[in-house]
């Protein structure tokens, strides 16, 4: 069993089921193991293993949250919704204080478009910890689709205020807020949030891209470009210029001209983890310099460890080295929090 775990903090997927599931063969009662097997099944995808190996699970301990939790995951990935909602049911009924199965039901009700159950679920949620950033994302995404945008605002609003000063959170609120702009198709506005963004957390990924593509759709890549090297003559010290403008050539397939922008700003700060996961996207893609590739995910991951798109780089980067268990488990927890990406599906 810490043999197991052991495999699973290197993130050795194979060498943990198997380790584990020797615990399991020699004491099939062992409900630690068990659970963690359920859950390297889920992992791993195997959502029948995992649905089996928590029943065994549940009968020893039925009360266990956890594995409960693991149970309803893989009935969902099973699409056995209705056995899914029970269990998260289950866990409402007997853990009324713990707010994830309630954003856990969120989720499900709004995945089939029940919105008015799905705020409901995920204000209860947010009622017992508003510091929650999924369940206020969730939120958010709701108010927006039910064009509800000033609820979306005031929501922002409110959670700037409960961050106060934990940037990366605060970056994460502008940029859904610019998201709430874009579905008004307020641009400016939008942009501006961007920004907002970029400066509360310069290593948060996502702003970049958007505003990138906000530049490309009204044609204003020569323009943008300008006033971002504008900036630079007057400051040739700052890394975010550069990483704004090899977005816009990527957007733009100006790989070469992008590649040039991201090694200037790790140039001035070599721990710039977008810039790192640009470039080496870029390395991998386009050239044979896989162990530099490799070296700059590394960076990135180190940086932002829960960014599916730095994992999604880090999974390529193994995969060019042929590390390929290292490469599936990094697209599997991508995967996780961007589930109907394309490209991620593609890689693994």
């Known amino acids: 069993y810490f043999k197991g775990l052991g495999f699973i903090g290197e993130k050795n997927y194979d060498q943990a089921r198997m ?4 615990a399991v063969e020699l004491n099939s009662g062992y409900f630690k193991a068990r659970m963690l097997l ?8 195997s959502f029948d293993l995992a649905v089996d190996e928590a029943g065994e699970a549940l009968k020893m301990v039925p009360g266990d949250y956890q594995t409960r939790m693991i149970r309803a995951h893989a009935l969902i990935g099973l699409k056995k919704v209705e056995e899914a909602e029970k269990d998260f049911q289950i866990l409402i009924d007997n853990h009324p204080e713990n707010p994830a199965a309630f954003y856990q039901m969120g989720l499900l009700k709004s995945a089939f478009r029940d919105y008015d159950a799905a ?13 929650l950033i999924d369940v206020f994302v969730q939120t958010a995404k ?3 689709i039910r064009k509800a945008f000033d609820k979306a605002h005031a929501l922002c609003d409110r959670q700037i205020d409960i961050y106060k000063d934990q940037k990366p959170l605060i970056a994460i609120v502008h940029n859904v807020r610019a998201g709430i702009y874009l579905a008004e198709n307020d641009i400016e506005k939008a942009r501006e949030a961007l920004n907002q963004s970029v400066d509360v957390n310069p290593d948060y990924l996502p702003p970049y891209e958007t505003l990138a593509r906000l530049y ?25 210029p ?3 403008i090899g977005t816009l050539y990527d957007s733009d397939k100006a790989y070469d001209k992008a590649a040039d922008h991201y090694r200037e700003a790790l140039s001035i700060n070599p721990e710039f983890a977008p810039a790192a996961n640009n470039l080496a996207y870029h390395l991998l893609q386009r050239t044979d310099q896989v162990d530099e590739a490799l070296r700059l995910a590394g960076i990135a991951k180190g940086k932002l460890p829960e960014d599916p798109g730095v994992m999604d780089t880090l999974g390529l980067a193994y995969y060019r080295k042929g590390l390929y268990g290292n490469a ?6 991508s995967l996780k929090k961007i589930p109907e990406n394309p490209i991620v599906h593609y890689h693994l």
């Open 119 to 131: 705020l409901d679920y995920l204000s209860r949620a947010y009622d017992k910890n508003n510091r």
């Open 216 to 240: 490309l759709a009204e044609n204003n890549k020569e323009k943008a470009i300008r006033q971002y090297e504008t900036i630079l003559e007057k400051n040739p010290k700052l890394p975010v």
């Open 142 to 144: 709701i108010h927006v």
């Open 328 to 333: 599936v488990n990094e697209f599997l927890d």
């Open 38 to 45: 359920a859950d390297i099944h889920l992992h791993e995808r």
């Open 19 to 22: 380790a584990v599931g020797k």
């Open 242 to 244: 550069h990483m704004i």
